[in-house]
């Protein structure tokens, strides 16, 4: 019986092919750490993502729950005291 397969986080919808030396799955992968450490970085994989889910789904462009009111919601409760 195998176990589950790892999936690759920079590219979705592939498994880990441990393409680096010493690497056992995405959690101890470099390149992973590296993206998803680094915010620039982060947000563009984020982008990229949605834009591959509309154009495999066909969704239009803007989502209302992409939009958030921030008058009606608010500061982010877990951004307090981080300054």
């Given at each position: 019986m195998t176990g589950p397969v790892p999936k690759c986080p920079l590219r979705?919808?592939?498994?880990?092919?441990?393409?680096?030396?010493?690497v056992t799955?995405?959690?101890?992968?470099?390149?992973v750490y590296l993206?998803?450490?680094d915010d620039a970085l982060r947000d563009e994989l984020v982008k990229s993502r949605k834009a591959a889910c509309r154009k495999a789904n066909k969704l239009p462009e803007v989502s209302p729950l992409d939009t958030t009111d921030d008058d009606e919601l608010g500061t982010d409760p877990r951004l307090e005291g981080l300054d």
């Open positions: 979705p919808g592939d498994p880990c092919s441990l393409c680096q030396l010493y799955g995405p959690q101890d992968c470099g390149l993206v998803m450490g």
